[in-house]
Nanobody
């Protein structure tokens, strides 16, 4: 079965760093774009970062640009989000997402359960 298992969330002080991981199984990981979304209390879900299936291209939300890096290891079926210089407004539940963009899998969408990131002193 399809599974996305996230880890690495937790409590961190402002200015600190976290590395989120998402381990995927049950589908052709290397043929899917991978994304990180987040949702803060009372706000809509927003896209934080995206990476193409081969890892050749990445994009970031303006609020996180320069402070985070998305990467993937297709041999390990894992995607990462390194976050630095964290701010209290980064507090949210972070979700791992796999999205098909090729004609063979276009429209397929898989989600992890989410991991809580809390930035507070």
């Amino acid at each position: 079965q399809v599974q996305l298992v996230e880890s690495g969330g937790g409590l961190v002080q402002p200015g600190g760093s976290l590395r989120l991981s998402c381990a995927a199984s049950g589908f052709a990981f290397s043929r899917y774009a991978m994304n990180w979304y987040r949702q803060a209390p009372g706000k809509e879900r927003e896209l934080v970062a995206t990476i193409t299936s081969t890892g050749g291209s990445t994009n970031y939300a303006d609020s996180m640009k320069g402070r985070c890096t998305i990467s993937r290891d297709n041999a390990k079926n894992t995607v990462y989000l390194q976050m630095n210089t964290l701010k209290p407004e980064d507090t949210a539940v972070y979700y791992c997402n796999a999205r098909g963009t090729h004609y063979t899998n276009y429209g397929r969408d898989y989600w992890g359960q989410g991991t809580q990131v809390t930035v507070s002193s």
